[in-house]
């Protein structure tokens, strides 16, 4: 059956790729606007599954793969900065303080029907972090502004960071790949 990844992130397409199975990955058409009163856990999983099923018409017998991360902190979620600025600000109120990290997977059978959604959970705890390093970081790394807080845990960013807790290292950078292999060994795919 095709695999298809619903993203167009570099970093979710390396973790996938290290299962060496042949798959696509394609831009997902879906409004990731957190909806009122939703919880970080709500957006996360709605948004896997919303980004998978907006490829569905264009892969009538596929396995596609959705996800998305939403980071909280104090009860607020904290959403890709986009702008410097916000970047630096979103940053400031993190330093120091730990982050939950939720990064929902979706796979949707397209053949069957078939949807199975989980959730993995990432504590993150930065270090202090004075307003020039992150002016420094961001600098350096720009491409953070796309990922939830600018907090990208991949190449300098690892520098942030004072300590990870999770059950799975992957989920942190977009995909909870364990619990992913178990969802494709359930729809018949062997990876080993």
Same mark, same amino acid.
């Given at each position: 059956?095709?695999?298809?990844?619903?993203?167009?992130?570099?970093?979710?397409?390396?973790?996938i790729?290290?299962?060496? @199975?042949p798959f696509e990955a394609v831009a997902p058409h879906c409004d990731e606007t957190p909806l009122p009163d939703e919880t970080a856990l709500m957006t996360a999983t709605r948004l896997a599954r919303a980004k998978a099923e907006s490829?569905?018409?264009r892969f009538p017998a596929a396995l596609i793969i959705g996800s998305d991360q939403v980071a909280l902190l104090d009860g607020?979620?904290?959403g890709k900065p986009l702008e410097f600025e916000r970047g630096v600000e979103m940053l400031k109120w993190m330093s120091g303080r730990t982050v939950?990290? /939720?990064?929902?997977l979706a796979l949707v059978n397209t053949a069957t029907g078939r949807v199975q959604e989980t959730v993995g @959970?990432?504590?993150?705890?930065?270090?202090?972090?004075?307003?020039?390093?992150?002016? /420094?970081?961001?600098?350096?790394?720009?491409?953070?502004?796309?990922?939830?807080?600018?907090?990208?845990?991949?190449?300098l960013g690892g520098a942030?960071?004072?300590r990870i807790e999770s059950d799975d290292p992957n989920s942190l950078i977009g995909v909870?790949?364990?619990?992913?292999?178990?969802m494709l060994n359930n729809e018949g795919v062997e990876i080993l």
């Open positions: 059956m095709q695999i298809v990844l619903a993203s167009t992130s570099p970093y979710r397409r390396e973790i790729a290290r299962l060496g @199975l490829l569905a018409g607020q979620q904290i939950l990290f /939720h990064s929902a @959970l990432t504590r993150v705890t930065l270090r202090e972090l004075s307003e020039t390093q992150i002016r /420094h970081y961001l600098t350096r790394e720009p491409d953070a502004l796309h990922c939830a807080g600018a907090a990208k845990s991949e190449g942030l960071i004072a909870p790949l364990f619990e992913l292999v178990t």
